[in-house]
């Protein structure tokens, strides 16, 4: 896991956006089934979830940015995959 405790394969994912990134995350041993947990993340990013699951729920069509940070908690990074 990460300092945010988002998991190694989401950080892959969310810094490279490409599949052999991730590829190499999962053949060294990180687990791609690991839910970003964020207890340990920093105030910043705790705001930057809370604010983004705000605007996802009062906006009528919320930009792609927000729609990702809401749905950090408990994601994996096959479901990040799939969003991206």
């Known amino acids: 896991r990460d300092s945010s405790d988002l998991g190694m ?3 892959a994912l969310l ?5 052999e990134t991730l590829q190499v995350a999962i053949d060294l041993g990180f687990d791609i089934n690991a839910q970003a947990n964020l207890s340990n993340t920093s105030w910043t990013n705790w705001v930057a ?3 983004s699951r ?4 009062t ?3 919320p930009t792609s940015l927000p729609r990702v940070f809401a ?3 408990g994601s994996t990074a096959i479901m990040l995959a799939a969003y991206f």
């Not at 810094?15 to 599949?19: E, M, R």
């Not at 705000?54 to 729920?57: G, K, S």
């Open 71 to 73: 749905m950090m908690p």
């Open 9 to 11: 394969c989401s950080t």
């Open 49 to 51: 979830i809370k604010a």
């Open 15 to 19: 810094f490279s956006g490409d599949v």
């Open 59 to 61: 906006l009528q069509e």
């Open 54 to 57: 705000l605007l996802t729920a």
